[in-house]
């Protein structure tokens, strides 16, 4: 079955760092591919989404790159602030907004230090 | 975004009760519901998918008497545990979907089984 796989946590960094979480998939057809995050005691919330091969999704700084040909969608940001500390999951969907559920990596929690 | 309300966010019951949890989309009709249950350090795993009006669908693994999943309208979806025991304890979190087919997530209800 589908699967995605991230990188552990948690990860801390210090303010203005760049920023990489790793994430790899395994999926039959052509996914598509999220990153949610999920700040201390709220729900999680899209983060960025790309549906097809080389598409890049982009939002608050972040972007993540879909490649087909390493099965990756590497979250990064060029610089992190404190307020980016939180859990970030990486997801797939074999279609395109979740419809069919969606399968998640375990998460990674990310702290950034002043 | 749309708003997803999950209610309660934090429950302890004793064991061989049976307790409710409630899933409302605020602003939108979600046509399908999700119910993912989530285990420390691991993935938000999908239980179960429902559409309004009709029986859910359970993944592999999932005792359909156990988690009992309503979705009688547009925009309320419960999910019942029912004779609850120590290992059903967990993080359980819905999502929602609408016509735009992107899936937004309630606060996740912490359920602690004593």
């Known amino acids: 079955g589908d699967s995605v796989t991230q990188m552990e946590g948690p990860v801390t960094l210090s303010e203005e760092a760049f920023l990489t979480i790793n994430c790899t998939y395994t999926a039959t057809g052509y996914p598509s591919l999220f990153w949610y995050v999920q700040y201390p005691g709220e729900g999680l919330q899209l983060l960025l989404k790309a549906t097809k091969a080389d598409d890049k999704g982009s939002n608050k700084g972040f972007e993540a790159t879909y490649r087909k040909e390493t099965t990756s969608f590497h979250l990064e940001k060029g610089s992190v602030q404190v307020s980016d500390s939180a859990v970030y999951f990486c997801?797939?969907?074999?279609?395109?907004?979740?419809?069919?559920?969606?399968?998640f990596g375990k998460g990674t929690h990310l702290i950034i230090q002043p | 975004g749309a708003v997803v309300s999950q209610h309660p966010s934090r429950v302890i019951c004793k064991s061989g009760t049976s307790v409710k949890i409630e899933c409302r989309s605020l602003?939108?009709?979600?046509?399908?519901m999700f119910w993912y249950r989530q285990f420390p350090k691991k993935s938000l795993m999908l239980m179960a998918t429902?559409?309004?009006?009709?029986?859910?669908?359970?993944e592999q693994g999932v005792e359909k008497d156990k988690f009992l999943i309503n979705h009688a309208s547009l925009t309320l979806s419960t999910l019942t545990v029912t004779s609850a025991h120590p290992e059903d304890s967990s993080f359980y979190i819905c999502s929602a979907i609408g016509d735009i087919s992107e899936a937004f997530f309630g606060q996740g209800t912490r359920l602690t089984v004593v």
């Open positions: 429902s559409n309004e009006g009709s029986k859910a669908t359970y």
């Open positions: 602003d939108f009709q979600a046509t399908t």
């Open positions: 997801a797939l969907s074999p279609s395109g907004g979740g419809a069919d559920g969606l399968t």
